[in-house]
């Protein structure tokens, strides 16, 4: 047969009885579909920071964000640029009354729609490739300039003159590169540089 307990000992057994039943854990933190996983985890952390620390990092919080900020200097406003005075429509200085003058007279003088005389251009004395023509008589006045020059007429002589010049450089630049023609040192120049290269 079973003994009665006590009211006094039936507390002080469900006292037993709680103080050694295992604490029941903590439910878990629902995430919030919106958080990240690093917001999820502060969130965490800061469930398990005692009060009196999270009073001391609201504190730190609140003393930084009172902390008074510099407002920053007030930009000065442009200075207005003086409008510029209205430059002359020629550069030039005005002309005199006696050059004026002379333009005028000179614009009289000129006939009516015709345009001044332009400048030749400058240009070389061998213009265009001679014809056979031509290159037959450049022969024949080099020709006759050897053989008498006074024979010859004064343009004759002027261009004969010339020819010869010309034939006298040519032989020069030849004798420099050797006596061989352009195209073949130019040849022979670009041989020796691939074969540098």
Do not use: C, Y
């Not at 400048?119 to 024949?140: F, L, V």
């Amino acid at each position: 047969m079973e003994r009665k307990r006590s009211a006094a000992a039936e507390a002080r057994r469900a006292a037993k009885r709680a103080a050694l039943a295992p604490a029941p854990a903590p439910a878990p933190v629902p995430a919030a579909p919106q958080m990240t996983r690093q917001e999820q985890f502060a969130r965490q952390r800061a469930e398990k920071r005692s009060p009196a620390a999270m009073a001391r990092r609201a504190a730190r919080r609140a003393g930084a964000v009172a902390a008074p900020v510099p407002a920053p200097a007030p930009i000065p406003a442009p200075a207005p640029v003086p409008a510029p005075a209205p430059a002359p429509s020629s550069a030039r200085a005005p002309r005199s009354a006696a050059a004026e003058a002379r333009r005028a007279a000179k614009r009289a003088a000129a006939p009516v729609g015709e345009a001044p005389p332009k400048r030749a251009k400058k240009t070389t004395a061998w213009g265009a490739q001679a014809d056979e023509t031509t290159i037959r008589r450049n022969a024949e006045l080099r020709a006759r300039f050897k053989e008498d020059p006074s024979l010859l007429s004064a343009d004759d002589r002027a261009r004969a003159e010339q020819l010869i010049a010309r034939d006298a450089r040519k032989a020069a630049k030849k004798a420099a590169r050797g006596g061989e023609s352009k195209r073949a040192a130019a040849f022979k120049k670009r041989i020796a540089s691939d074969a540098s290269a």
